[in-house]
């Protein structure tokens, strides 16, 4: 099979959020065994590349993402290079929306959007389960948004997927606090407040609770939420408030800060922000999406 090779191509890098997050426990390597239920959002960051003689350069609009080469896009566009023998170079364009240090996953995106995008250029060169391989080394959260599944169990680390079909898109509120939370922090928190070698108990997932938001709700919350709600006790205060909206779902998303909450309606949802306010945070209002993440277009 031939493939078109383009010379520039855009993609859409979707948010995620965790509707249930546990942490299994600590590994001897320092890592940490998970088992999520990821859902993509509407919001997204923009990426487009362009293809150059040789090098990687990108330029970030929007947020202050810190230096280029630790940028997880620029790390995933080094890795397809590499993998397609360095055959050129790339120029990238990153618009950022989505909050950072938030646990929306927005560096994860950049970097699976970053993937496809450079892959593209090399006209498919590398072929789908390889790219997914490439995304898990560079995160836990990158397999799940390299996939393209809008609604996903996960386990390992975040290698290990299962598709499930998603319910009706919900209109989504994230909650952004001024302040981010470091994700090693985060866990290095959850393990001082547990007992060395504590497991998490044995569990059977139902199939038909993830028919429906309310019966993934009831699938139970994110093991962040104590330790870091813990350590920073006006997110505590604003979950709080966030759960006397009366959304369907209500939870920390990720490792922090960001809290996202799931109406039945937008009218729900927007009387919801109007309580809230936005005086201390910010909020964002998008839907958690029901179609699978775009590929890269021309
Ligand atoms: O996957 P991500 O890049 O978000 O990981 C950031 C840090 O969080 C890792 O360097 C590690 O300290 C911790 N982590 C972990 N176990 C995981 C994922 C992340 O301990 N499964």
């Not at 426990?25 to 923009?46: P, Q």
């Not at 990687?56 to 620029?74: K, Q, R, S």
């Not at 997932?205 to 870091?228: K, M, Q, S, Y």
């Not at 759960?243 to 909450?261: K, M, N």
Request: charged residues 20%; contains cysteine.
């Amino acid at each position: 099979m031939t493939h078109a090779m383009p010379d520039r191509v855009a993609i859409a890098a979707h948010a995620k959020a965790n509707l249930f997050l546990r942490v299994l426990g600590r590994e001897t390597s320092g890592y940490h065994g998970l088992e999520t239920l990821f859902v993509l959002l509407e919001l997204a960051d923009e990426l487009t590349v362009e293809r150059s003689a040789a090098g990687i350069e990108l330029a970030v609009d929007g947020a202050d993402t810190g230096p280029v080469e630790d940028n997880l896009a620029y790390r995933a566009a080094r890795a397809v290079l590499d993998a397609t023998g360095q055959r050129f170079g790339v120029r990238m364009r990153l618009v950022k929306r989505i909050p950072v240090s938030a646990g929306l996953g927005g560096g994860s995106s950049d970097a699976a959007a970053a993937l496809h995008a450079v892959n593209a250029l090399a006209g498919s060169a590398i072929p789908r389960n390889e790219i997914l391989q490439l995304a898990a080394r560079l995160g836990s959260d990158v397999p799940f948004l390299a996939s393209g599944a809008p609604l996903a169990l996960a386990w390992g680390h975040g290698e290990r997927m299962f598709r499930v079909p998603p319910p009706a898109a919900a209109p989504v509120l994230l909650v952004v606090p001024s302040f981010g939370v470091s994700t090693p922090k985060a866990y290095e928190l959850l393990d001082q407040g547990r007992a060395a070698g504590q497991t998490r108990g044995t569990v059977v997932l139902d199939a038909d609770a993830f028919g429906t938001w309310g019966g993934i709700a009831r699938l139970g919350g994110n093991d962040f939420e104590i330790p870091v709600f813990g350590k920073e006790p006006a997110l505590r205060a604003l979950y709080e408030k966030l759960c006397a909206t009366r959304p369907l779902l209500a939870r920390l998303s990720g490792s922090g800060s960001a809290l996202i909450g799931l109406y039945r309606s937008e009218r729900d949802r927007d009387a919801a922000a109007l309580e809230l306010g936005e005086r201390d945070h910010r909020l964002l209002r998008t839907a958690t999406r029901a179609a699978p993440a775009p590929a890269p277009a021309a």
